[in-house]
């Protein structure tokens, strides 16, 4: 998790000069505001609890959108199109690049501003590199409260792109409202590795790069995501996932990707399920933090960091099983002195 600058450092213990900043739209006060709640410090995380919770009122009006996709599937390019249409729509766009963490740095690597070159001149959008810190599904921890913080600062769309597609890129579907894949045809096996998880969560697929030779392979892509969807149990009572095709070179088809996340987004508002949704999500989160609170607690404390190499080598001598070892270890929760 990156570490603050001087300046954040030095001007951390007032939140209302960051609160105000956001509120007031100030992108730089939102990129000092996403740096504090990005900081590992302990005393940089108590003001940006504090920060988010005067934010949170000012929240949940935004679209929340998940993109992930195969690699080569066009992403960067995807969300600068569609990011720019959005734009023109008289909407304001933050895009919150999840990206592979460097080994050594902990930093971001891809450069997506580098990826998003329309987008990241446009006056209306706010583009965001955030380190993935090695966290499931490549999605950074701080990542639903920097969300928060785009919103207080009044961008009605949030994009949420992460590294690519796995298992775990259900991660990323619990904290949006709409969940969209972005694939690519004409490159052999058409389900091109997506596990079946993945499909589950989909709110909808496009099928990006339907230009020139490509436009036949991708409707035939199209076709057959159809079948496989009608394979599986849909997520939403109300809302079956549609499968489009679009062109973000040729600006193709990204109309009619809008109109679909706004009839999704009516449909949901109207039966309460985005409520029910967004209020699951929040509850998700919380003990989420919380397992990994104990985690850390439990991993941070001197006698299991020094019975835990010992326990190590007797599981592998075989002089002991793992049942045995871990509740061993777990008794130190009875009485932890």
Request: proline content about 4%.
């Amino acid at each position: 998790m990156r570490q603050a600058s001087p300046e954040i450092d030095r001007m951390h213990k007032n939140p209302d000069f960051y609160i105000k900043g956001v509120l007031d739209g100030n992108r730089l006060m939102l990129a000092r505001t996403i740096t504090l709640i990005e900081s590992s410090l302990p005393a940089h995380q108590d003001t940006a609890n504090r920060i988010v919770e005067q934010l949170l009122p000012h929240t949940g009006k935004a679209t929340r959108l998940g993109i992930t996709g195969v690699p080569g599937a066009g992403k960067s390019t995807f969300i600068d199109s569609f990011g720019t249409l959005l734009t023109r729509k008289d909407h304001k766009v933050a895009v919150l690049a999840i990206d592979p963490s460097s080994v050594r740095s902990g930093g971001s690597v891809l450069g997506d501003k580098t990826r998003m070159l329309n987008l990241s001149v446009n006056e209306h959008a706010f583009i965001r590199p955030s380190p993935s810190g090695g966290t499931l599904g490549g999605v950074a921890r701080k990542t639903r409260e920097t969300m928060l913080a785009c919103e207080a600062a009044g961008f009605d769309v949030i994009i949420v792109e992460t590294v690519g597609v796995g298992q775990s890129e259900t991660a990323v579907a619990s904290m949006v409202d709409f969940f969209l894949i972005l694939m690519i045809g004409g490159a052999g096996d058409e389900l091109q590795g997506i596990k079946k998880g993945i499909l589950e969560v989909a709110d909808g697929i496009v099928i990006n790069k339907a230009d020139g030779d490509n436009v036949l392979r991708a409707e035939r892509a199209r076709r057959e995501y159809e079948t496989a969807l009608h394979l599986l149990s849909a997520s939403n009572r109300n809302w079956y996932p549609p499968v489009l095709t679009c062109s973000a070179l040729e600006l193709s088809g990204l109309d009619e990707i809008w109109e679909m996340i706004g009839k999704f987004r009516k449909i949901m508002q109207e039966s309460g399920d985005l409520t029910e949704k967004r209020q699951k999500q929040a509850l998700d989160w919380m003990r989420f933090l919380l397992d990994e609170g104990l985690r850390n607690w439990f991993y941070g404390k001197s006698e299991i960091s020094r019975k835990l190499p010992e326990m190590i080598e007797k599981i592998e001598n075989q002089d002991i099983s793992p049942t045995a070892a871990a509740l061993q270890l777990l008794d130190y929760l009875k009485d932890p002195r």
